[in-house]
């Protein structure tokens, strides 16, 4: 299988089958659906978030129950409870650990390595990739635009083009933002990715326990529908969130106005702004993922979505995934054949 040279580098890294990432989606990747992942050969995230220390160290237990595979653990390091999830995560000598929101100190990498796991970080710019293998990553994660939820300002095409292009030999890069078929992935791993992170896909799985509405209104989105949210001031500098528009996509820009008048009348503080910002988007998040309000609450989908259509089972996912890429990558070799 051609595919094998391909998933080489991504399996040693995580120890799977299939270098497929399921990407950390707070209230989505529950533990079923990590573990639902991980058992069918890929690789599932927990999603940190900011969620209670409490409730972090119970959904690793108890997908420790669900599977015996490798899997690993999302941390926002702008969350506030940050510094607690990174002490937790040292004391559960977990094997993975991923750093998201912004990049890690060097001595927390450290951290986390002393205890037995390997790290991941993600990179938005070449500058930021270079920090982080300086600082001891073992891996990087490049995460495009295009992709859902918290999200960068640079595309998944430029990123390979920087990073990619540039450490992939030294470092295994792992790539995602907008993908959803095997044959974009067979391309992306001839590139030199070592392997793939998808989460609209995910989110829509058979074994995802979001709502019905949720996924129901992802089947019926186009990748233009999968907008991301203005910063309309920089004195309330916000993460860019890409969800499918709806109300929620509008009531954002109207808390971002009353906030900016709050701070000119000195009503808030800076940090308690960018708090009610964040705070909006969890519970927006919940009421359409829980509670299936996908007219107020928030879909947080890639413009993958316009590539979704249909509810598949984790394993098909993943093995489908696989045997497209293996499809592709003969039909190139057939191609480059011919012109010999």
């Known amino acids: 299988m051609l595919r094998d040279d391909y998933f080489k580098k991504g399996r040693e890294f995580f120890g799977v089958k299939y270098p497929i990432i399921c990407g950390a989606m707070t209230w989505v990747s529950t533990p079923d659906l990590v573990a639902a992942v991980s058992n069918a050969g890929g690789f599932g995230v927990i999603a940190g978030g900011n969620a ?12 420790k129950k669900l599977t015996n595979k490798p899997f690993g653990v999302n941390l926002i390091t702008i969350a506030p409870n940050y510094k607690q999830h990174l002490n937790l995560v040292v004391e559960m000598n977990l094997d993975f650990v991923i750093f998201a929101g912004s990049f890690p100190r060097q001595n927390e990498i450290e951290m986390v390595k002393a205890s037995g796991a390997k790290t991941l970080c993600f990179a938005s710019t070449k500058s930021i990739a270079d920090r982080m293998v300086r600082y001891g990553s073992d891996g990087l994660i490049l995460e495009g635009m295009e992709a859902g939820g918290h999200v ?25 933002g907008g993908i959803a078929t ?9 590139m030199g990715a070592s392997g793939i992170q998808l ?25 233009r529908n ?13 993460v860019a969130v890409r969800a499918i528009k709806n109300k929620a996509h509008d009531e ?5 106005f009353d906030l900016l008048r709050k701070l000119d009348n000195d009503e808030i503080t800076r940090h308690q702004a960018q708090m009610d910002v964040e705070n909006f988007w969890i519970g927006a ?8 309000d996908v007219d107020n609450g928030s879909i947080m989908a890639g413009q993958s979505a316009g590539l979704v259509n249909e509810e598949l089972s984790v394993s098909e996912i993943v093995v489908g995934m696989s045997d497209q890429i293996e499809l592709e990558l003969q039909k190139v070799k057939e191609k480059l054949n011919l012109i010999k």
């Open 199 to 223: 989460g609209t896909m995910f989110a829509v799985a058979k074994e995802s326990g979001v709502h019905q509405n949720f996924k129901n209104r992802i089947f019926r989105a186009n990748a």
């Open 252 to 256: 954002f820009s109207k808390l971002q």
């Open 152 to 176: 960068g300002h640079v595309s998944l095409t430029v990123l390979l083009q920087q990073v990619l292009f540039e450490l992939s030999e030294d470092i295994p890069v792992f790539v995602g």
């Open 285 to 292: 998040l919940r009421d359409a993922v829980i509670d299936g």
């Open 52 to 63: 209670p220390v409490d409730i972090l160290r119970q959904q690793i237990e108890e997908t």
């Open 226 to 238: 999968a907008v991301s949210t203005p910063q309309f001031d920089s004195r309330l500098p916000v």
């Open 182 to 190: 095997g044959k974009m992935s067979a391309h992306l791993l001839m």
